[in-house]
């Protein structure tokens, strides 16, 4: 994955989302930090999605889960450790790594919001 960073972290967005579940958003509150997935750990750091991209990351992923939550997330809040990356085929995506780059928690501080969802939410 290439990084896009410098004029493309500067010019984006205010806010960037994750689309959660209750038992991982709940574990969250509990942990202090949202440490994500299975898929997350694996790819070493926590999935975003912009605005643009929720649509499109609920009916990759989401299909028949109906326990699903948007968080709005402060990207501000986030600093250098959001990072917006080519996924190869799919577009460029924000991720969240930990300050020395390794995989961490989310900070609860960044969520600013937490809403149920259904596949057909909009903006």
Known sequence: METQAGFERQQGPA????IS?????KRAQEEGGLWGSQMDRDSGFV????EEQVPATLKRFFVGREDIILLKIDAA???????FEDTTGHGVF???????????ALPLAAILQAEPITHEFRF
């Open 77 to 83: 809040k986030l600093g250098a450790q959001l990072r």
């Open 94 to 104: 924000p991720h969240f790594y930990g300050s020395d780059g390794e995989y961490h």
């Open 21 to 25: 579940n209750v038992e991982e958003w």
């Open 15 to 18: 806010f960037v989302y994750r």
């Open 47 to 50: 999935h975003l999605s912009s």
